[in-house]
């Protein structure tokens, strides 16, 4: 019978222990506030949005908010944040994406200082992560290794294969897997013959944005599945990038969809706004 990694339960331990972190600093006299910048109306950024701040309220971290409509100037969103580069009341700088097609996204997350990056997305914190310097480390990726090691299951020595190389997801999610000692492989869509790849995984982590696209002729006997991917199915329901009751017989532990990755994300992220202000 499959282990069923249940992700709103270890973030929601998480977050309690930063709640009591949090209390501790804020009785040091240590206020820790996180600037939320949305622009434009998008429904899912609005929801993930609103789940940071429920999460920020929770801990008791102060939350700023900066909504603008889609047409402010990149200009104006790069002022803004200069501002809040240089506040000292402001422990970390979040800007929602996407960003509207006239604004510059790597413009934007350049210009966030890396002392206040808690996505972890500025390049110098990718190239922290990279050498092994502390630095904040991508929010998904980093609640990825929590939800293993947290469910004891042991990464070191490993076959870890990846299926996705973004800059959000896969990239990150392989070096931090090679910092746990895995061993790590990263496929994706050029990627020849990928179900003897994939098959290959003891971990398999799944970050390629097509729904239920990973069934259970790419999945080892055993192996243990994490499902970055979140999509709605023919009828409406959400479902992953791996077809969950496909695969279910054959793992000996998954990550559902919805309630396994999703709430890491935002449990990670407060703990970078926590980070900012341990010192």
Do not use: W
Not at 43 to 72: H, M, Q, R, T, W
Not at 193 to 207: G, M, Y
Not at 254 to 260: A, E, F
């Amino acid at each position: 019978m499959a282990f069923i990694i249940d992700g709103k339960a270890i973030s929601a331990k998480i977050k309690d222990e930063l709640k009591e972190e949090v209390a501790a600093l804020k009785a040091a006299g240590r206020e820790i506030a996180l600037a939320v910048i949305q622009v434009g109306s998008d429904p899912a950024s609005s929801v993930y949005v609103n789940n940071k701040k429920k999460a920020c309220a929770y801990i008791g971290i102060e939350s700023l908010s900066y909504e603008f409509a889609e047409d402010i100037t990149q200009e104006e969103l790069l002022e803004l944040i200069a501002e809040l580069n240089g506040r000292e009341d402001v422990n970390g700088i979040l800007v929602q994406l996407p960003l509207p097609k006239h604004i510059n996204e790597e413009l934007v997350i350049n210009a966030i200082s890396p002392e206040k990056d808690v996505d972890g997305f500025h390049p110098a914190s990718v190239g922290a992560m990279c050498i092994g310097q502390p630095g904040f480390l991508s929010c998904t990726p980093a609640g990825i290794i929590q939800l293993l090691k947290r469910s004891n299951i042991e990464i070191e020595g490993k076959n870890c294969v990846v299926i996705g190389r973004s800059n959000i997801v896969g990239k990150p999610m392989a070096l931090l897997l090679l910092r746990e000692n895995g061993t790590v492989t990263i496929a994706h869509s050029r990627t020849k013959d990928l179900k003897a790849v994939a098959k290959a995984a003891d971990i398999l982590i799944v970050a390629i944005g097509k729904p239920k696209f990973i069934n259970s002729e790419y999945v080892k006997d055993g192996a243990v599945v994490i499902d970055v991917g979140i999509h709605r199915d023919e009828n409406n329901k959400l479902c992953g990038d791996v077809d969950y009751d496909d695969v279910i017989e054959k793992v000996s532990a998954i990550t559902p969809v919805p309630g396994g990755v999703g709430p890491m994300t935002i449990a990670m992220l407060m703990n970078n706004c926590v980070e900012s202000a341990r010192g």
